[in-house]
Nanobody, 124 residues
């Protein structure tokens, strides 16, 4: 059974940092593109970082560029998202996702596997 399990969410003050982790199991994801998505109440799920199977092809939306860093460790079947200079607009649920193919896309519809999400709250 394929599972993606996110961790590392929580509460942080504006300007703070968090590092999200995603542990993949049930399948070898070393040949899969992966990504992180953010969803806040009433809004559509949007990508905040995608990465291809060997760690290239990294893309971010302008909103998080320069603040967020996506990375992966294929030996550990793990995906990470370092988030710095967080703002209240970053509040929401963060999902780890994986594709069945090597190259990344930015739309949720391109991703085949999803975690349950981890809540991030940025407030003072």
């Amino acid at each position: 059974q394929v599972q993606l399990a996110e961790s590392g969410g929580g509460w942080v003050q504006p300007g703070g940092s968090l590092r999200l982790s995603c542990a993949a199991s049930g399948r070898n994801f070393s040949t899969s593109a992966m990504g992180w998505f953010h969803q806040s109440p009433g809004k559509e799920r949007e990508f905040v970082g995608v990465i291809n199977w060997i760690g290239g092809g990294i893309s971010y939306p302008n909103r998080v560029k320069g603040r967020f860093t996506i990375s992966r460790d294929n030996a550990k079947n793990a995906l990470y998202l370092q988030m710095n200079k967080l703002t209240p607009e970053d509040t929401g649920v963060y999902y780890c996702a994986a594709r069945s193919t090597r190259y990344s896309g930015t739309l949720p519809m391109y991703f085949d596997y999803w975690g349950q999400g981890t809540q991030v709250t940025v407030s003072s």
